[in-house]
Nanobody
Framework: QVGLVESGGGSVQSGGSLRLSCVASGYSYSRYCMGWFRQAPGKEREGVAS???????TYEDSVKGRFTISQDYAKKMLYLQMNSLKPEDTAMYYC????????????????????WGQGTQVTVSS
């Protein structure tokens, strides 16, 4: 059984930073495409960043230069360092996994990920 558990969310002021973590279990972590998604109230869930087994990283345009995705294979951990946070970054953040070595251009497509965590809330106040 694949398990993903996020942590690290919270409330910060605009310009602040947070680091999200996601611990994975139940599968060969090194052979998965991993992604961070977020869903704001009243909006659809959107892809934020992805990283695959060969280290290819992709970001959604609005977070480029502010967010950094990384992973630790040994610890089966996925991270999202979020700097210069803005109120529009307020959302529930989810980590997700799919059983492909590469994420490819389909990385932001929600339905391509069969495994999801429960989410961690990020709230940015102005």
């Amino acid at each position: 059984q694949v398990g993903l558990v996020e942590s690290g969310g919270g409330s910060v002021q605009s310009g602040g930073s947070l680091r999200l973590s996601c611990v994975a279990s139940g599968y060969s972590y090194s052979r998965y495409c991993m992604g961070w998604f977020r869903q704001a109230p009243g909006k659809e869930r959107e892809g934020v960043a992805s990283i695959d087994s060969v280290g290819t990283i992709t970001y959604e345009d609005s977070v480029k230069g502010r967010f950094t995705i990384s992973q630790d294979y040994a610890k089966k951990m996925l991270y999202l360092q979020m700097n210069s946070l803005k109120p529009e970054d307020t959302a529930m953040y989810y980590c997700a996994a799919r059983g492909y070595t590469y994420c490819s251009t389909s990385w932001p497509v929600e339905r391509n990920y069969p495994y999801w965590g429960q989410g961690t809330q990020v709230t940015v106040s102005s």
